[in-house]
């Protein structure tokens, strides 16, 4: 994947509208990665930077060629309100006209629930994965069969699924809602009344 992302990278390299990037998550970028909620890699986040989403699309270029033709666009956001609808308008003249105690308080509250649906997922993730390693071992030792063995991992499976399906709905709904507008809008007006001293 690494020479076709080169080869986006490079496409985009003078938009003035878009950036195509990479970030080394092991090493300098190791902050940035964890704020914006790496865990695997390779992962590709696109959309606002202040509220990311994960690209779970094609890995091929003509894939991610596609895909940024389609979405690497200005966004609708505080800065550029004449690209909303008129739902989206209306939110953000309603969190615009908050302070910034105020957006400050909603955006705690949105990380607090994403970081609960995280480590909620976290905790089933180690139950599942202490199981795994009881019934590897108890099949080691002729306890279980391969049938038996089989069963209880595509349980295992299928409480996994379950569990990532929850967190990433969580997730979603919170970013959904006013967490990701008020993020833009918070920055936005800070970067307003920098400008403005």
Known sequence: MKPDWDKLMAEYADSATALVADVDCTAAGKDLCQ??????YPTIKYGDPDDLADYQGGRSLDDLQKFAKENLVPLCNAANIDLCDDDKKAKL???MAKSQDELDTIVSEGKAAIEAAEKTFQTIL???NKTYEEISKAKEAGDKTEEEFNEELAGLRKTYGEADEAKNKAVKAVKDG????AKGVA???AAQGKQEL
């Not at 704020?35 to 695997?40: C, F, P």
């Open 126 to 128: 180690d139950g599942l």
């Open 35 to 40: 704020k914006i909620g790496v865990q695997g």
């Open 187 to 189: 920055k936005h007006m």
């Open 178 to 181: 006013d967490y990701g507008l």
């Open 93 to 95: 003249t309603e969190l």
